[in-house]
């Protein structure tokens, strides 16, 4: 089974340019999260759809990221303008339809480490 | 959220038993205890979760205290592939069993 599925691996960017990181989900796989990690810090949820629906965005800052999942399935996250701060590692995780067992397994992909310089 | 206190590291010898603690002192009585792990340059795992019981898989042990304000992770034989960061989190149905990451501790295994 294909894991999370993250592009680019790498990228560096001047500020104040567009960037944008694509994520491909597990297949199946209703729930995709966008998390932000700082180097030494643990991820911070950033986004959370249900199949199309964005139904936690409370900690994306809305001024310059955005992000989508037009059909449910892969989702895009994009910064515009980029600034110096936003250097970090953006991951994407997926999960499926939980069951009653609290269990929340997310399965992660590598991530896309952004430079802005 | 109930919030989760780790070491900031610990060591631990090749083929020994990895024995992490968590403080989640203002734990309710819906909220789960998850435990991820990170190794350099990769997403998080997913290790395994608990409510009241032990529980146990292939990877590790998790024993939770009868008044559930602590838990250990036990790595029963500590590997090399074992070196990674590792993430007690508590969460609960309500609020979708959000997860939030701390800091964690850093395990290193020696050889």
């Known amino acids: 089974e294909a894991g999370v599925v993250q592009s680019p691996r790498y990228k560096i960017i001047e500020k104040k340019q567009p960037v944008a990181f694509w994520c491909n989900p597990i297949?199946?796989?209703?729930?995709l999260y966008w998390y932000l990690q700082n180097l030494g810090q643990g991820p911070e949820l950033l986004i959370r759809?249900?199949?199309?629906?964005?139904?936690?965005d409370s900690q994306l800052p809305k001024d310059r990221f955005s992000a989508e999942r037009l059909k449910g399935v892969d989702s895009t996250l994009k910064i515009q303008p980029a600034e110096l701060g936003d250097s970090a590692v953006y991951l994407c995780?997926?999960?499926?339809?939980?069951?009653?067992?609290?269990?929340?397994?997310?399965?992660f992909g590598p991530g896309t480490r952004l430079t802005v310089l | 959220d109930a919030k989760t206190t780790q070491p900031t590291s610990m060591d631990c010898a090749e083929g020994r038993a990895a024995n992490l603690p968590c403080n989640h002192s203002t734990i309710s009585g819906n909220e789960y205890v998850y435990w991820y792990r990170q190794i350099h340059s990769q997403g998080p795992q997913y290790i395994i979760h608990?409510?009241?019981n032990n529980e146990t898989n292939e990877m590790a042990s998790l024993i939770i205290t009868e008044d559930r304000k602590s838990s250990t992770l036990i790595l029963p034989h500590a590997t090399l592939r074992d070196t990674a960061v590792y993430y007690c989190?508590?969460?609960?149905?309500?609020?979708?069993?959000?997860?939030?990451f701390g800091a964690g501790t850093t395990v290193t295994v020696r050889a």
């Open positions: 297949s199946g796989h209703n729930t």
């Open positions: 759809y249900e199949n199309e629906e964005a139904v936690d």
């Open positions: 995780a997926s999960s499926s339809t939980k069951s009653g067992t609290g269990l929340n397994e997310q399965f």
């Open positions: 608990g409510l009241k």
């Open positions: 989190i508590v969460s609960f149905r309500s609020n979708d069993y959000k997860l939030s």
